[in-house]
T-cell receptor, first 118, second 110 residues
Framework: DTGVSQNPRHKITKRGQNVTFRCDPI?????LYWYRQTLGQGPEFLTY????????KSRLLSDRFSAERPKGSFSTLEIQRTEQGDSAMYLC????????????????FGNGTRLTVT | QKEVEQNSGPLSVPEGAIASLNCTYS??????FFWYRQYSGKSPELIMF????GDKEDGRFTAQLNKASQYVSLLIRDSQPSDSATYLC??????????FGPGTRLSVLP
């Protein structure tokens, strides 16, 4: 179990540029989540995948944000035409979902990607 | 809209004391409850999870769940300065995503 891996750790970009983040989940986990966190706030849900299917996308997520998880392995989160309000920590997490179980297993987070838009 | 509420703190306790962190949630359908610890500039790390009413103990940590009152708490016994962090409460959303509270900042004073 090597944990959830996120790259890059930090990204500084100019307003209007596109950025892409990568997340490699724990290998046996079938669910992958993206959250965003700003200073003093709890993580805010963006989207999640079960295997390769994107099952939910937050209404707060604008059309500038897109996420993929090809082949149900790693995932990418792309932000187009970045704005200063996009500056945040982007957190990826994974979990093992068992549809037969009554409860959900915990999220395991990566180290996050800190985005600064200047 | 599901809501998870926590006092933002800071909650200050002396070293060796018991720290009590509280969380309330809005949706009676929630089944799974989680406590995460987050150090400044780091990502959240799982401390405990609880699914059933009552208490669950793990070392110095005890999670307490009362579904009737929609209340979950975390007790930290023998608090240490290294416990100083933000503690996040998270609640499942019908087995889909997780809703997080804003976190409570805990400061353990030597």
């Amino acid at each position: 179990d090597t944990g959830v891996s996120q790259n890059p750790r930090h990204k500084i970009t100019k307003r209007g540029q596109n950025v892409t983040f990568r997340c490699d989940p724990i290998s046996e986990h079938n669910r992958l989540y993206w959250y965003r966190q700003t200073l003093g706030q709890g993580p805010e849900f963006l989207t999640y995948f079960q295997n390769e299917a994107q099952l939910e996308k937050s209404r707060l997520l604008s059309d500038r944000f897109s996420a993929e998880r090809p082949k149900g392995s790693f995932s990418t989160l792309e932000i187009q035409r970045t704005e200063q309000g996009d500056s945040a920590m982007y957190l990826c997490a994974s979990s093992l979902w068992d549809s037969l179980g009554p409860v959900i297993s915990p999220l395991h987070f990566g180290n996050g990607t800190r985005l600064t838009v200047t | 809209q599901k809501e998870v509420e926590q006092n933002s703190g800071p909650l200050s306790v002396p070293e060796g004391a018991i720290a009590s962190l509280n969380c309330t949630y809005s949706d009676r359908g929630s089944q799974s409850f989680f406590w995460y610890r987050q150090y400044s500039g780091k990502s959240p790390e799982l401390i405990m999870f609880i699914y059933s009413n009552g208490d669950k103990e793990d070392g110095r940590f005890t999670a307490q769940l009362n579904k009737a009152s929609q209340y979950v708490s975390l007790l930290i016994r023998d608090s240490q300065p290294s416990d100083s962090a933000t503690y996040l409460c998270a609640v499942d959303n019908y087995g889909q995503n997780f809703v997080f509270g804003p976190g409570t900042r805990l400061s353990v004073l030597p």
